[in-house]
Structures are given as structure tokens and as C-alpha cells.
């Protein structure tokens, strides 16, 4: 049997923090999402999401973190990376690593934020509006044509839905009659 082990975000920030400096001149953007953009008080794994830098055909975030042989990999696949970074000497935290493009950025944003019921139901309510979200795109299903989604704002007026903070969209489930 496994162990979950559970960190407190003030012990993981600050190394998480000095990881994001240490990724940013490979990435045009790159944010915290997940449980710590949510504001949960205990992490059992980090979420990032950035836009890498391409150049021109080489992805440069996939090349500067694979080249990092001390770190522990896991998953790799064309727009993640999962691997764990230290957060004290003896322990480290799992990190799941998403890109996405700039226009694309709005939806993984919220999607990669979650909870993951909180998003599903703005993915319901996308399709009543005439849209899908797949690969991290929404597709205007009358035309087949990307709608660019550059920021949550987006996200959200294409849902027609009220912005939620990430830090009011846990327990969201419970509270769905009230949208």
C-alpha cells in the first residue's frame, strides 16, 4: 500500500518558485495551477502550465528539463511532462508539467486549475453555447473553426458563465444549482 504524502504549499512554493524562474527563459508564459492556484493549504503534487518557446522546430522547455538527468522522470508525452523536484533535502514533489499555445492558453488555464467538476460543467455548458473543447482548443462545432480562448476571460464569455476565482471553484459540485 502507498502512502500519500502531503506537503504544506508554504514548505513547496519557494522551491517551486525558484523551478518556474529556472524554466522561464524557455517558455513565453508559465503559472501555477492545480490545488496551488486553487489556495489549498496541503499538495500532494504541483501543476504548471506554460506556452515553451519554439525555435524553430526544437520545443526549448522539453529540452532544458530533459536535460536535467538528476531529476527524477516520470510521464512524457507531447504536451506534458510529470517528474519531481525537491522541495528538501530527502523529499520531492511530484510536478505535472502542461503546455499550450497562446490561443489556447484560456482553456488549459481553467482546465488544468480545475477541480475537475467545476470543469466539466463549463465544458457543458460550452456545448450548449455550440462549442467543444478538445486538446485543449475550443472548436466552434457550426464551422469546425477555432475559437482562440487567449485568457480564462475568454473561457468563460464563450460559456457564457460567470469568472470564478480558482480559489472559489472547489466544493463547486455542491453549489451548481446556485450558477
Known amino acids: 500500500m502507498t502512502t500519500e504524502v502531503r506537503f504544506e504549499a508554504r514548505q513547496v512554493l519557494p522551491p517551486i518558485e525558484h523551478l ?4 522561464g527563459p524557455a517558455c513565453h508564459r508559465i503559472e501555477l495551477a492545480g490545488a496551488v492556484r486553487r489556495g489549498n ?21 522539453w529540452e532544458l528539463l530533459d536535460g536535467w538527468k538528476e531529476l527524477l522522470h516520470g510521464r512524457s508525452g ?12 530527502d523529499q520531492s514533489i511530484q510536478v505535472n508539467l502542461y503546455t499550450a499555445r497562446a490561443d489556447t492558453w484560456g482553456n488549459a488555464l481553467v482546465h488544468r486549475t480545475g477541480p475537475e467538476d467545476f470543469w466539466l460543467y463549463l465544458v457543458g455548458r460550452l456545448r450548449e453555447e455550440g462549442f467543444i473543447s478538445r486538446n485543449n482548443e475550443i472548436i466552434r462545432l457550426a464551422d469546425n473553426t477555432l475559437a482562440p480562448c487567449r485568457e480564462e476571460e475568454d473561457f468563460f464569455a464563450l460559456a457564457r458563465a460567470h469568472v470564478r ?6 466544493g463547486f459540485g455542491s453549489e451548481r444549482s446556485s450558477w
Request: glycine share 0%.
Open 78 to 89: 507531447e504536451f506534458s511532462r510529470v517528474f519531481y523536484w525537491p522541495v528538501s533535502p
Open 41 to 61: 493549504r496541503e499538495l500532494d503534487l504541483v501543476d504548471l502550465l506554460a506556452i515553451p518557446r519554439i525555435d524553430p522546430k526544437r520545443n526549448l522547455l
Open 165 to 170: 476565482p480558482p480559489q472559489s471553484r472547489a
Open 20 to 23: 518556474i524562474a529556472q524554466l
